[in-house]
């Protein structure tokens, strides 16, 4: 009992007929492949599938499983409504899944449902499957926007949910790959797209699951990918097991990249604990930062430390180590200066607040002040717990002067930062910023922050920063 089985499959809706309708030809590798995999999980005859879809519902920091005893689903938005689906629901496997779940501190359960039909994501590879089997029950989990390695331990919940109730299970990641690889397809081409693609079948191809933490959210983005998370979840079903890796089909020719894997467990392996191999190089390389921050960084992070823990802030010219304050420079006592701190937390934005214009006596409680601010008042974000505290990256931008300019033209997205105003809506973005590669967005995110229309006229002013890691 327990994982029996798992299939990474596409969800393209025109691979059914009555949506396709003839333009499913064009991948009979996929509809091949699909087929071959419903009749393996016909040979397994599990208890339980599992299914991972990102059209399910999605939360930024939550997993969503769907609660009930029962859900239905069509493809009427596809013009097909006669083509339905009905699913029993594993109530029993939900339930223990929360409770493993809620156990690691994971964020997990059945709160927060917005749609109880089922998705195309969940709907197409029920296509396949009730062709050839029946009888079994149901798991339905959405996906979210944390961290790879927490979708990797959501996977693991699922193996021992399966394991303690006894459940032969098949997991079902449901996901297309890159949506980027021609210029006339849906999506348009982006040079990542086919490279996503190549490496992603290397790496489900094999087996080889330590590598899906290597790919980035920048690169994922740009590729379009869409089941990366799902493939991860899956990946952590089969914690500390030897997988056999099956690649069965690679499609792409509308554009959106189609992949067919099979797995089966083979025997267990502690070697292959890539959730904790990963986590624990994330350790090393966060000790090693700490290590390497300047006085700037060392005060925030002292401020932000302090005032989680006991809900004090340290005074710069009092309240820290002798050995910090002789390394602090005369300019932070002396000198006044607008100031961000930025915090981040697994690669993602925990946290950012600062001024564009002095407000402090000296650029050093400046650092304090919004050190404090960006770890509990930022309106984005609940506030910093301090278990979270040895997870977080720090970094702290001084602010030179502010200078009018006539046009963007005079703005460049790693050198300059820039101030957009319209009456009195201001809003401010920082330079050199992962994933900000244009002026005309970084101009847009601005008036975003700032309530400003996208096509209202604005004032432009650009700045400079030292940024102190």
Do not use: W
Request: with cysteine; aromatic share 8%.
């Amino acid at each position: 009992m327990g994982i029996a089985a798992a299939f990474m499959v596409p969800h393209p809706p025109l691979i059914v007929p009555e949506i396709g309708r003839g333009e499913e030809k064009k991948i009979v590798q996929t509809i091949d492949a699909y087929r071959e995999a419903a009749e393996r999980i016909k040979a397994c005859g599990p208890n339980t599938i599992v299914i991972l879809s990102p059209h399910q519902t999605m939360y930024a920091d939550y997993f969503h499983i769907s609660p009930g005893k029962e859900a239905k689903g069509d493809f009427g938005n596809f013009r097909a409504k006669d083509v339905r689906f009905e699913v029993s629901y594993d109530t029993e496997f939900v339930e223990e899944l929360c409770r493993l779940a809620a156990e690691r501190n994971l964020p997990a359960g059945t709160m927060g449902e917005r749609e109880r039909k089922l998705d195309h994501g969940t709907m197409v590879p029920l296509y396949f499957i009730d062709q050839f089997y029946r009888g079994y029950r149901t798991v339905r989990i959405g996906l979210s926007g944390l961290p790879l390695v927490k979708h990797y331990e959501l996977g693991e919940c699922i193996k021992e949910a399966a394991d303690r109730l006894g459940r032969k299970t098949v997991v079902i990641a449901s996901g297309d790959l890159s949506h980027k690889l021609k210029e006339d397809g849906p999506y348009g081409y982006q040079e990542e797209g086919p490279v996503y693609d190549r490496q992603i079948m290397e790496v489900m191809g094999t087996g080889n699951f330590s590598e899906l933490f290597g790919f980035s959210e920048k690169f994922c983005e740009k590729a379009g990918e869409c089941g990366h998370r799902s493939f991860a979840v899956m990946a952590g079903a089969f914690d500390k097991m030897k997988v056999k890796a099956e690649k069965l089909s690679y499609e792409g020719p509308f554009g959106v990249g189609y992949g067919i894997c099979a797995y089966e467990p083979l025997r267990a392996d502690a070697g292959r604990n890539f959730g904790e191999q990963f986590k624990e190089k994330e350790r090393r390389r966060l000790e090693s930062l700490r290590e390497k921050e300047d006085v700037y960084v060392k005060l925030a992070r002292r401020t932000i430390e302090k005032y989680i823990i006991s809900g004090r802030k340290p005074y710069p010219g009092e309240d820290l180590p002798e050995k910090m304050k002789m390394e602090m420079p005369e300019e932070m006592f002396k000198r006044r200066a607008g100031v961000f701190v930025s915090i981040k937390k697994d690669g993602q934005l925990r946290g950012c607040i600062g001024t564009i214009q002095a407000v402090q006596s000296c650029m050093a409680e400046e650092i304090v002040e919004n050190a404090i601010s960006a770890a509990v008042r930022d309106p984005r974000f609940s506030p910093i717990e301090p278990e979270e505290l040895e997870y977080l990256v720090i970094s702290v931008d001084v602010l030179g002067d502010t200078e009018k300019i006539a046009s963007p033209g005079e703005l460049d997205t790693e050198r300059y930062g820039v101030i957009v105003t319209k009456g009195r809506k201001r809003g401010l973005l920082l330079p050199n910023l992962e994933g900000i590669d244009t002026v005309e967005e970084q101009i847009a995110i601005a008036k975003q922050k700032a309530g400003i229309g996208p096509y209202e006229a604005v004032e432009l002013e650009r700045f400079e920063v030292v940024r102190h890691h």
